[in-house]
């Protein structure tokens, strides 16, 4: 820990605060009898009045509890603004995860500062009043409370942009409504476990479908804040994670897929070739051009690169799926096919390289060798690979005798 938090340490940290004791998931825990600190009178979770926080200060809260959750031993504070009545106060909330320390909980502080005049909520134009950020986008995210039966009662943020619709027009909503199909037993699943633990908090991601059938997805913090006699609710702070999801679907497609080609790459060739080694037989086709040295040393790698492409579109083109087609690596292909025997697969190679391939003027009769086995259920991939590699270095070898 960067700093020795004893008793006297701990105690000068929140002086004139108010102290919540919370685990890991902000439940409730004793405050240490040793330790003098001033417990809160109210006994609620510190996010527990988030209605009385105001609207623009409840986003930077939430982003405390995860910054102090991250930084164990490291005190954490924001400033909110909060509503008592008529009267509106700042507030100062210090956050300091003593989990791992003999204190054993995540020690949350609350002091008044200062009555302040009513905050007025307000757009920010990031081009005029934040020229120095304006290239940043802030995030999209919503604040909603439901019900136990999960029933929207209200929404507050970028209702529109992740909704579709305005918050008016979701209240009185169940929220399995706005979800994907194929996401409410996850949905159920979560809200379950959440009702059957009071002041529990649950994550999940999911996608909501918006009227026009767009969809959005998101990630939530859902916060039970059901008291025993059904009074409360239920809190998910939710935001818009759709652009992140496009780029580490793409991350995945750009670590699975051969950059030339396009074509499955060898280490997702040989996932492929172990889910259908699973399910049932398999032929496995190893392809190796002929003569293709000849086009990198007369022509070039750019050309013999273009030529490579050519033959992947079509193989591709020719061999369809269940079947797959990928690049082993220089101007070697893979190919499996769960449903063909095995010389109308080698027929299929050779009707994609029947004619000649012509790229940048130069022309070039596209030959290749083929070798092929069959593989069982339950056989091992890297092993007819290797046959496969066999074979066609056998009939490579008898074209030239």
């Given at each position: ?30 405050l240490?009898?040793?330790?003098r ?12 009045s ?5 609207f ?30 008529s009267e ?12 791992d ?46 019900d ?13 942009e992740?909704?579709?619709v ?28 959440l ?11 999911q ?25 409360g609710?239920?809190?998910?702070i ?27 790459n ?19 086709g ?95 991939a890297e ?8 074979a ?10």
């Amino acid at each position: 820990m960067p700093v020795e938090w004893t008793d006297a340490a701990i105690e000068e940290l929140f002086e004139g605060s108010f102290v919540f004791g919370r685990d890991e998931l902000a439940v409730d825990v004793p405050l240490p009898e040793h330790l003098r600190l001033e417990p809160s009178p109210t006994g609620r979770l510190w996010f527990e009045s988030t209605s009385e926080i105001f609207f623009e200060d409840r986003v930077g809260l939430v982003e405390t509890w995860t910054d102090a959750n991250a930084r164990p031993g490291v005190p954490v504070e924001v400033d909110i603004r909060r509503n008592v009545g008529s009267e509106w106060f700042l507030e100062r909330i210090t956050m300091l995860n003593l989990l791992d320390h003999p204190v054993g909980a995540v020690l949350v502080g609350v002091r008044r500062l200062a009555e302040v005049d009513e905050p007025v909520r307000r757009a920010v134009d990031l081009q005029h009043d934040l020229p120095e950020i304006a290239t940043v986008r802030r995030p999209t995210w919503a604040l909603q409370e439901l019900d136990a039966l999960g029933r929207i009662l209200c929404t507050e943020g970028d209702v529109r942009e992740i909704f579709g619709v305005r918050a008016e027009e979701l209240e009185g909503r169940i929220v399995l409504e706005v979800l994907h199909p194929d996401d409410h037993p996850t949905c159920l699943e979560m809200w379950t476990d959440l009702l059957a633990h009071p002041r529990s908090l649950r994550h999940v991601t999911q996608r909501v479908v918006r009227p026009d059938g767009t969809v959005c997805w998101i990630e939530a913090n859902v916060i039970n804040h059901l008291a025993a006699d059904g009074t409360g609710s239920i809190l998910s702070i939710l935001h818009d994670i759709t652009e992140r999801r496009g780029q580490e679907r793409e991350l995945v497609t750009q670590a699975r897929a051969d950059a030339l080609t396009g074509l499955p790459n060898r280490s997702a060739f040989v996932a492929a070739l172990q889910r259908h080694l699973q399910e049932g037989p398999v032929v496995v086709g190893f392809v190796d051009l002929d003569g293709f040295k000849a086009v990198n040393d007369t022509h070039g790698h750019l050309v013999g690169d273009a030529v490579l492409d050519v033959v992947a579109q079509r193989l591709a083109g020719r061999i369809h799926a269940p079947a797959v087609v990928g690049r082993w690596g220089g101007d070697e292909f893979v190919i499996l096919c769960p449903m063909s025997p095995p010389a109308a697969l080698e027929g299929a190679v050779r009707q994609a390289l029947a004619d000649p391939i012509s790229v940048h003027d130069v022309v070039w009769p596209a030959r290749a060798s083929v070798g092929l086995v069959t593989g069982a259920q339950g056989d091992d991939a890297e092993d007819l690979l290797r046959s496969a590699d066999r074979a066609m270095y056998e009939q490579k070898t008898a074209k030239r005798s």
